[in-house]
Structures are given as structure tokens and as C-alpha cells.
T-cell receptor, first 114, second 111 residues
Framework: DAGVTQSPTHLIKTRGQQVTLRCSPK?????VSWYQQALGQGPQFIFQ???????QRGNFPDRFSGHQFPNYSSELNVNALLLGDSALYLC?????????????FGPGTRLTVL | ELKVEQNPLFLSMQEGKNYTIYCNYS?????LYWYRQDPGKSLESLFV?????AVKQEGRLMASLDTKARLSTLHITAAVHDLSATYFC???????????FGTGTSLTVIP
């Protein structure tokens, strides 16, 4: 049973560039959430996708956008990169109709903005 | 905004000793999750606590939840080096949406 997968593992970009991160949820899951984890901090919620729509959004600017595809996989796009966007980006998958919201996390994408 | 606080932030303990990590949160929630994170790695689910008074144990770790006090504890018994990691608690609003994570507790077990 494949767990949550993310690509790429590492990414280096320069300020002002754009980046796309990808996530495939755990088999059987239909909901994908994205989190940003800065060094030494807890993950911060960016947004959640279900049925190909953004269901909830955290306190992140519009430079952060996403998409969910019919196969439940998801992309996170960040435009006009800032130095402060350097972080570990985690994707978590879950099942919307499950009795509780246990989220399973992928290995993450380490983004460095120079 | 839901706030989740953990203490201590850093914990250095000797092998064989016991200690407790505390997780306080600021709003009503019946569900609390504990995760472990090794350096440079992702989050590994440890416990899911779903009701007041819930207690879960796995090996040397035991987690409990008091929803009235808005407090969860993660108790470590007879620590071993393999437990060295950062531990996070997370809360959701019973809505199935975002998790609010604590600040994390970085645990180092010294031989």
C-alpha cells in the first residue's frame, strides 16, 4: 500500500521565480492538505483540497495556490518566491468521510530560495 | 485563532529516566494527535486521542487527553536513545480540516 509521495525531494530557486510541488495521496484517500514547516517550527496549514476544490485556507498570501486532479493528486504553486518561503513543504492526505481526521504525511519537499 | 503550546521546547534527559511533555490548546476540541519527527524527515503518527480521558500507550510512550483542561500529555518511561526526536501535538476543530500544530518539543536522550 503506497503511502503519501511528494516530488521533488529538494529544490533550489532564486527570488522571484515560481515553483510547483507535487503530491500523491495515500491509496484510498481523497483529501490533500499542504503545510509549510520553517526550520525549528511546527507545520503551518496552507490549504486543503477535496473534490478538486480548495476547501479551507490558512493565513498565506495569494502567491500560494494549488490544484487537485481527478485522481486526487495535488500541486502546490508558489509565485514570486521570497527568501522567507524557504521551508519544508509537507503534503498530508486523509479521507474526508472518515470518523476522524487522521492525516498521513509525505516525506516533504525541501525548498531553498536564494 | 486556535493556539497550541507545548512545553518544554527542549528536553535533555538521561537514559532510563521518566519525563512528561505537555500540550495545551486554546479552544474546544475532542481530538488530538501526536507526531514524531526525526531531523530532516517527515511526520510519523504516534497517537490519535478522540475523547476526554483517552489514554493510548505504545512501548515507552503513553499519551492522554483531558478535553476539559484542554491538555494532553505525552509521558516517556525509561527513555532510550532511539526516542530522540522532535514531538508535535496537533489539534483540529472537529471539522476535518486543518491541523493546528504545537511548537514542538525537541527531545535528546543522553546515554
Amino acid at each position: 500500500d503506497a503511502g503519501v509521495t511528494q516530488s521533488p525531494t529538494h529544490l533550489i530557486k532564486t527570488r522571484g521565480q515560481q515553483v510547483t510541488l507535487r503530491c500523491s495521496p495515500k491509496s484510498g484517500h481523497d483529501t490533500v492538505s499542504w503545510y509549510q514547516q520553517a526550520l525549528g517550527q511546527g507545520p503551518q496549514f496552507i490549504f486543503q483540497y477535496y473534490e478538486e476544490e480548495e476547501r479551507q485556507r490558512g493565513n498565506f498570501p495569494d502567491r500560494f495556490s494549488g490544484h487537485q486532479f481527478p485522481n486526487y493528486s495535488s500541486e502546490l504553486n508558489v509565485n514570486a518566491l521570497l527568501l522567507g518561503d524557504s521551508a519544508l513543504y509537507l503534503c498530508a492526505s486523509s479521507l474526508m468521510r472518515a470518523p476522524y481526521n487522521e492525516q498521513f504525511f509525505g516525506p516533504g519537499t525541501r525548498l531553498t530560495v536564494l | 485563532e486556535l493556539k497550541v503550546e507545548q512545553n518544554p521546547l527542549f528536553l535533555s534527559m538521561q537514559e532510563g529516566k521518566n519525563y512528561t511533555i505537555y500540550c495545551n490548546y486554546s479552544t474546544t476540541s475532542d481530538r488530538l494527535y501526536w507526531y514524531r519527527q526525526d531531523p530532516g524527515k517527515s511526520l510519523e503518527s504516534l497517537f490519535v486521542l478522540l475523547s476526554n480521558g483517552a489514554v493510548k500507550q505504545e512501548g515507552r510512550l503513553m499519551a492522554s487527553l483531558d478535553t476539559k483542561a484542554r491538555l494532553s500529555t505525552l509521558h516517556i518511561t525509561a527513555a532510550v536513545h532511539d526516542l530522540s526526536a522532535t514531538y508535535f501535538c496537533a489539534v483540529d476543530r472537529n471539522t476535518g480540516n486543518q491541523f493546528y500544530f504545537g511548537t514542538g518539543t525537541s527531545l535528546t536522550v543522553i546515554p
